[in-house]
């Protein structure tokens, strides 16, 4: 069986792809530069702390691998996106040039890059009824953030090195992966966990804050699609950006209100108008990911979201 790197291993996605592999009998060697200890360990045969900013350390981490899954970056949710420029830019910049040059260099068999929503263009969702991004949509470019653009540069890395050094690159468009074992505090959380944390601590009745108007649409897919999705794709033979998401349009508002009746709380909610919010509208289209990994995710919002609920509601 090949052995398996997987970067960003301490992270959310990271550390359930790490679990499922690791199931599986493959030998996973995971690295992160620090662990936040969500999931239960162990969930790898090797575990490795690395800053992969220094291309020193992504060659320590891609010895005696055959194949590469690189979640590792500096990210969170929409707050710490819209906040921070240069940090996000430089550090997963430099991370994604030294992966892959040394993925060249280490003769890996195959590089998975984990891209994301954000590389569509804001003039695309400007529009809360967003029928759905299309891989396709992407050009002419216009990412709404630092993050994004960093995001789509990287795409483009990937097709260079693909194209340059036959390096076999599968490359995924995240849409608002969310579920239990993830960031939930802290700053860098997104809309699904920094939504059951509030309700979790909100006394009843009680209530809480919604950044915006609660009227901006998202879609929402849960880790186990997305880390099934992320292995199909690896497998595939399709070498250009996919989307990973679900096509199931919801706002915030309806967001917050699945959960307040998970909860079984009676909760009011106040909209805070100047908390970033991002785009108006984003969505995912699954055309093209139907098509090609004949496969599309199972798992309904209010299933994922009660199992998310139920672990953030235990840290309380
Ligand atoms: N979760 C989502 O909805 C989503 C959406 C779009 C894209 N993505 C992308 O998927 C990947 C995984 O996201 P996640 O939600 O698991 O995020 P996460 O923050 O939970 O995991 C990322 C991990 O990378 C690690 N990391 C950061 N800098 C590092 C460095 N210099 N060296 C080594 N490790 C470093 C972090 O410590 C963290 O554990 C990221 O590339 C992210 O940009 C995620």
Same mark, same amino acid.
């Given at each position: 069986?090949?052995?398996?790197?997987?970067?960003?291993?301490?992270?959310?996605?990271?550390?359930?792809?790490?679990?499922?592999?690791?199931?599986?009998?493959? $030998?996973?060697?995971?690295?992160?530069?620090?662990? !936040?200890? %969500?999931?239960? &360990?162990?969930? @790898? *045969? /090797? #575990?490795?702390?690395?800053?992969?900013?220094?291309?020193?350390?992504?060659?320590?981490?891609?010895?005696?691998?055959?194949?590469?899954?690189?979640?590792?970056?500096?990210?969170?949710?929409?707050?710490?996106?819209?906040?921070?420029?240069?940090?996000?830019?430089?550090?997963?910049?430099?991370?994604?040039?030294?992966?892959?040059?040394?993925?060249?260099?280490?003769?890996?068999?195959?590089?998975?890059?984990?891209?994301?929503?954000?590389?569509?263009?804001?003039?695309?969702?400007?529009?809360?009824?967003?029928?759905?991004?299309?891989? $396709?949509?992407?050009?002419?470019?216009?990412?709404? !953030?630092? %993050?994004?653009? &960093?995001?789509? @540069? *990287? /795409? #483009?890395?990937?097709?260079?090195?693909?194209?340059?050094?036959?390096?076999?690159?599968?490359?995924?468009?995240?849409?608002?992966?969310?579920?239990?074992?993830?960031?939930?505090?802290?700053?860098?959380?997104?809309?699904?966990?920094?939504?059951?944390?509030?309700?979790?601590?909100?006394?009843?009745?009680?209530?809480?804050?919604?950044?915006?108007?609660?009227?901006?649409?998202?879609?929402?897919?849960?880790?186990?699609?997305?880390?099934?999705?992320?292995?199909?794709?690896?497998?595939?033979?399709?070498?250009?950006?996919?989307?990973?998401?679900?096509?199931?349009?919801?706002?915030?508002?309806?967001?917050?209100?699945?959960?307040?009746?998970?909860?079984? #709380?009676?909760?009011?909610?106040?909209?805070?108008?100047?908390?970033?919010?991002?785009?108006?509208?984003?969505?995912?289209?699954?055309?093209?990911?139907?098509?090609?990994?004949?496969?599309?995710?199972?798992?309904?919002?209010?299933?994922?979201?009660?199992?998310?609920?139920?672990?953030?509601?235990?840290?309380?």
């Amino acid at each position: 069986m090949d052995k398996i790197l997987i970067t960003g291993a301490g992270g959310f996605i990271g550390s359930h792809l790490a679990k499922r592999l690791y199931e599986e009998d493959y $030998e996973v060697k995971a690295v992160d530069i620090k662990w !936040d200890g %969500y999931l239960p &360990e162990p969930y @790898y *045969t /090797e #575990k490795l702390t690395l800053d992969l900013r220094s291309r020193e350390n992504c060659r320590i981490a891609l010895k005696d691998v055959d194949q590469v899954f690189h979640l590792a970056a500096n990210m969170g949710g929409i707050g710490f996106i819209t906040e921070v420029g240069a940090e996000i830019m430089h550090d997963n910049v430099i991370m994604n040039a030294n992966m892959l040059q040394e993925s060249v260099e280490s003769k890996i068999g195959r590089f998975f890059f984990s891209s994301s929503a954000c590389i569509y263009p804001t003039y695309r969702q400007v529009d809360t009824e967003n029928p759905g991004l299309k891989e $396709e949509d992407a050009y002419p470019a216009d990412p709404d !953030d630092f %993050y994004g653009w &960093e995001k789509l @540069y *990287t /795409e #483009k890395m990937c097709e260079a090195y693909q194209r340059d050094h036959n390096l076999e690159v599968r490359v995924a468009r995240f849409h608002n992966i969310y579920g239990p074992h993830g960031t939930y505090d802290g700053g860098r959380e997104k809309s699904p966990a920094a939504l059951c944390r509030k309700i979790a601590q909100a006394s009843n009745p009680g209530n809480i804050e919604i950044w915006g108007d609660g009227q901006q649409t998202r879609s929402y897919c849960y880790i186990d699609d997305g880390v099934e999705g992320i292995l199909r794709l690896m497998k595939s033979d399709f070498q250009e950006p996919l989307n990973i998401g679900s096509d199931r349009l919801v706002t915030i508002e309806e967001l917050a209100d699945m959960i307040i009746k998970i909860s079984g #709380k009676t909760i009011e909610k106040q909209h805070l108008l100047s908390a970033p919010q991002g785009v108006r509208g984003r969505n995912a289209d699954l055309t093209l990911l139907k098509k090609t990994l004949k496969w599309e995710p199972q798992i309904s919002l209010e299933e994922g979201l009660t199992r998310t609920y139920r672990w953030i509601e235990e840290k309380f």
